[in-house]
């Protein structure tokens, strides 16, 4: 599969560059614009219930909270005279990021033609940037992969975009022109890394837990017919273990499968879609003979969307089902790795658009998780306890 990718990507950029003079020069040299977009929420918790069991490890938690995110965009492009277009896109990150000290999230550069387009740097993977998620009212909540959600579940939120191994990558990636329809898209990175090399060194192989050799494959479809419209996508996704997560477990490389629709007719928009994730955790030895393995995750989501005007409104809901989870810790479980873990999650979801680029957004949220253990007999921790909310939450968003 690396070898396909790679000599796909060099035989489209060969027939891209050697029909023309490549060193020929732009009209103008490439002009950075800025845009981006501040986005807040804050969620009121009106119900949470009590944990089943006799402590209260899960639920206790403030019922309110607020949350932001800010990025600023610069992009520019180029066109030369041999008709080529090369952008630059780089997005920084307004605050500090949640988990990380990591300020940039995505860095690429682009060349664009009648072939399609290659991008190159760090970047979502082309299963990622393919993906159809169940319509939803806006940008800001929403049942799977939301921007903000605010909730006490173990979990977090569901989600159909599930990186196998490092989200943004330094990859290259291949996306087709559409025709009648249907494009591809391919990408492959050779280490789960962003950025450069440290030093200038190779990285080094057979580390605990990191991945390589990452591929992408991804088919989409997108296409009206009068006032209907019609998207499918279907996309896979695989990643090369070069050592065991933890001492005594076993080496799983992580896979992942998508696959999706959607139907919009006038104001009203249907759709959903499904990801199963192969290997997502690992069994350790002391929980080898507990009926681990195979401990995957199957999540899918469905909604409806209905827009007039300014005003948009949506149901959603998504399942997600997480062998393993209850008894996890850094992607390795060490009991109950027979268990699965379910969360349910369902939101009604308002979106009003004010003027160019600003709208708020409201939306009542409902979370039922359950871990699929006893915790009298494994333990009372977040993972292991049921957790049930009800949350009220809004917000806003600007785009620049």
């Given at each position: 599969?690396?070898?396909?990718?790679?000599?796909?990507?060099?035989?489209?950029?060969?027939?891209?560059?050697?029909?023309?003079?490549?060193?020929?020069?732009?009209?103008?040299?490439?002009?950075?614009?800025?845009?981006?977009?501040?986005?807040?929420?804050?969620?009121?918790?009106?119900?949470?219930?009590?944990?089943n069991s006799g402590t209260n490890a899960s639920c206790n938690k403030h019922h309110q909270a607020m949350q932001e995110d800010t990025l600023v965009d610069f992009n520019g492009s180029t066109k030369l005279d041999n008709g080529l277009t090369v952008g630059v896109h780089i997005q920084l990150r307004g605050e500090a990021a949640k988990t990380t000290s990591d300020t940039e999230k995505r860095s690429y550069v682009q060349f664009k033609g009648n072939f399609g387009e290659i991008r190159f740097g760090d970047q979502d993977d082309a299963r990622l940037t393919m993906a159809l998620q169940a319509p939803s009212?806006?940008?800001?909540?929403?049942?799977?992969?939301?921007?903000?959600?605010?909730?006490?579940?173990?979990?977090?939120?569901?989600?159909?975009?599930?990186?196998?191994?490092?989200?943004?990558?330094?990859?290259?990636?291949?996306?087709?022109?559409?025709?009648a329809g249907f494009?591809?898209?391919?990408?492959?990175?050779?280490?789960?890394?962003?950025?450069?090399?440290?030093?200038?060194?190779?990285?080094?192989?057979?580390?605990?837990?990191?991945?390589?050799?990452?591929?992408?494959?991804?088919?989409?479809?997108?296409?009206?017919?009068?006032?209907?419209?019609?998207?499918?996508?279907?996309?896979?996704?695989g990643t090369h273990q070069e050592a065991p997560r933890a001492a005594g477990a076993p080496l799983e490389s992580p896979y992942a499968y998508d696959g999706g629709v959607q139907v919009a007719w006038g104001p009203f928009a249907v759709g959903g879609d499904?990801?199963?994730v192969r290997n997502h955790r690992t069994t350790s030895a002391v929980a080898a003979g507990t009926g681990g393995g195979g401990l995957n995750d199957h999540v899918f989501d469905v909604g409806a969307l209905y827009t007039v005007g300014p005003f948009s409104v949506s149901a959603d809901w998504s399942r997600g089902l997480y062998k393993g989870f209850a008894g996890t810790a850094g992607g390795v479980c060490t009991f109950a790795c027979s268990a699965t873990a379910s969360l349910n999650t369902e939101e009604l979801i308002f979106n009003y658009v004010l003027g160019p680029g600003i709208s708020l957004g409201a939306a009542?949220?409902?979370?039922?998780?359950?871990?699929?253990?006893?915790?009298?007999?494994?333990?009372?921790?977040?993972?292991?306890?049921?957790?049930?909310s009800t949350v009220i939450e809004v917000g806003t968003a600007v785009t620049f």
């Open positions: 599969m690396k070898k396909f990718l790679l000599g796909t990507t060099a035989v489209v950029a060969v027939g891209a560059f050697s029909g023309g003079a490549f060193a020929q020069s732009a009209g103008e040299p490439i002009k950075m614009g800025i845009g981006g977009y501040w986005r807040g929420a804050f969620g009121q918790v009106i119900d949470q219930s009590a944990c009212a806006g940008s800001l909540f929403g049942v799977n992969s939301p921007f903000f959600s605010i909730t006490g579940n173990p979990v977090g939120s569901n989600t159909t975009s599930l990186p196998i191994d490092e989200k943004r990558a330094q990859r290259i990636a291949y996306f087709s022109p559409t025709i494009s591809l898209g391919l990408s492959y990175a050779p280490d789960s890394r962003k950025g450069n090399i440290t030093g200038g060194t190779l990285p080094t192989d057979n580390d605990a837990g990191q991945n390589s050799q990452h591929w992408d494959v991804a088919l989409g479809y997108d296409n009206k017919f009068g006032d209907f419209r019609l998207q499918a996508f279907a996309a896979a996704s499904y990801e199963l009542l949220q409902l979370d039922q998780y359950r871990s699929g253990v006893n915790p009298a007999v494994f333990g009372s921790t977040p993972t292991t306890n049921d957790y049930h």
